[in-house]
């Protein structure tokens, strides 16, 4: 059986999806061509898939994860097993899943959230509006309106309404699309944009904000990266991390109403 290999490229950092199953190999090639070019290879993913008729969650669950002394993931559920290296630039997927592109897409989450921070930023989960040449960062948890906020942004680019990447660029953090969707949200569109604002959403019948700082403001940053906080070894350097961008781009609590109205806000913050 032949090796399928897919160049997938976000934000620069470069991974090589490997697999013999040639049904899934066209599964992801779909799912992720607009995100696909070459690009240096910090990470080679070796995907095994034995379909079967597993009932269980497609994702292992936080029980199903630990870390190694070296930071690495171990995924450990049975039908979910993975690990990591980015030091020997290499992870491994197993999954037994009738539909195996989730798991994959899971997995991939988890490479780009650890690939980012050792480039010095973080995946971040938000929606990542272009607007003017800038990115507006809607954030909170899930029904919070990430996924609304986009709907009524459609004039305007939208990276994604669920994970970005956040990486530095030259004096300015930039929010880098990701192709990390599922079909109830906005399908994301390829590009970067430098971050003006970070704006935690609260759905509410009146329109007005509130400014969020210090260890409030932390916190929120630190809500909203996936996996990587679950490791306590990691959790300084994300704090550090969240301190050093939080100096340069402001955040508040958005309270709106479900409609357009928050622009005519938004403007006035940036």
């Not at 898939?49 to 993931?73: F, I, K, T, V, Y």
């Not at 709907?151 to 699309?177: E, I, K, Q, T």
Request: aromatic residues 12%; charged residues 15%; hydrophobic residues 45%.
């Amino acid at each position: 059986m032949s090796e399928h290999t897919l160049p997938l490229c976000i934000g620069g950092l470069g991974v090589s999806i490997a697999c013999s199953q040639t049904a899934l190999a066209e599964a992801l090639a779909r799912r992720y061509a607009a995100f696909t070019s070459p690009a240096e290879v910090y990470c080679r993913v070796e995907i095994t898939w034995q379909p079967g008729n597993d009932s269980r969650p497609l994702m292992p669950g936080a029980d199903g994860l630990r870390w190694e002394a070296d930071g690495s993931p171990v995924f450990a559920a049975p039908h979910y097993r993975g690990q990591i290296s980015l030091a020997e630039k290499r992870a491994a997927l197993y999954l037994t899943a009738p539909n195996p592109v989730e798991g994959v897409d899971y997995f991939l989450r988890v490479v780009y959230a650890l690939l980012a921070f050792r480039a010095g930023g973080a995946l971040f989960h938000a929606a990542a509006v272009v607007r003017r040449g800038r990115a507006f960062l809607f954030f909170g948890p899930s029904g919070s309106g990430k996924t609304t906020v986009s709907a009524f942004s459609s004039a305007y680019r939208v990276l994604n309404d669920d994970l970005v990447l956040l990486l530095p660029r030259g004096d300015a953090w930039h929010a880098y699309a990701t192709p990390f969707w599922n079909p109830t949200q906005v399908r994301p569109s390829p590009g970067h944009a430098p971050v003006a604002v970070f704006l935690r959403l609260v759905q509410s019948p009146r329109l007005y904000t509130e400014a969020l700082r210090g260890a409030t403001a932390q916190a929120e940053f630190l809500a909203c990266l996936p996996v990587l906080p679950t490791n306590a070894a990691f959790v300084p350097a994300l704090l550090s991390l969240g301190r050093s961008i939080l100096k340069r781009i402001p955040m508040y609590r958005l309270h709106f109403p479900k409609d357009d109205t928050f622009w005519t806000l938004v403007d006035t913050l940036v």
